[in-house]
């Protein structure tokens, strides 16, 4: 028999998986398909989260030159590499197991391309803004992987995306309180992951089978979304002879109406129109969008 490891914190009522469903691929940018979980028609929104992407891109396909504004994108690299570049004249690389967290706020245009030969895979999370952070001027987080938080415990291993867990803390800032922790567990492996009660969570299964909630549950593979009921944490266990990789990202809701139109997220049908006419006629924050353009789409017309 497995051996069997277990976190060292009691949860008084675990969180049962409530919904599953497949993230299925579409076609997303330019020749780039994603497995959308949150944000398709199963699941429009799930307070505080607009978008989870699960993203397989090769050149010359991508996510050219396109705006933002009023919630952050989250880019967290699995395989490969994507360049990154903005009407601000920031530009970079994240490449596997680095993070970018961007605040788009009052707006942002940008491109992200994938940088080298090969298959670029990662998970891009929109997290909602509250109505007092949408119009906020931009700002970047990013860190190597070799900066990001991380632990272990006997059979399972830890990501601290943001958030906490196993006694480690992100440097991350979150605006919109969130966790997005990234699991690995051993065949044999248990955990027990604290998570704070008036949260929203879900998991995503990246490798592997797994069983989460009850013990009595069947597994679950890559690929499905497990929204989770309430309750103070998620008890997760693996029962397969291979690793157990995935997600669990908790955010704490907002509360608030969303109106939203492709990449802009606001309260209002108003304000919606008010940025539709602020990007079309470059104001409001996006006055550097008129004349600039990403190399990387340049580069796709010459």
Known sequence: MAEETEMSCVLQKPRLVARKFMARPQHEGEGAVVRRSIGRFELRYFDPFLVLDEFSVSAPAGFPDHPHRGFETVTYMLEGAVTHE???????????????????????????????????????LWVNLSSKNKMIEPRYQELQSKDIARTSRSNIEVRVIAGESMGIKSPVYTRTPTMYLDFTLKPGARLQQPIPLSWNSFVYVLEGEGVFGSEKSGPVGPHN????????????WNKSAKPLRFVLIGGEPLGEPVAQLGPFVMNTEEEIDQTIDDFQYYVNGFEKAKYWRSEATVGLDS
């Open 225 to 236: 979304l497990l929204i989770l009921g309430q309750g103070d944490g998620l008890e997760a």
């Open 86 to 124: 903005d009407f601000e004249g920031h530009k970079g690389t994240i490449k596997a197991g680095d993070l970018q967290w961007m605040t788009a706020g009052r707006g942002i245009v940008h491109s992200e391309m994938p940088a080298g030969q090969g298959i670029s895979k990662g998970l891009q």
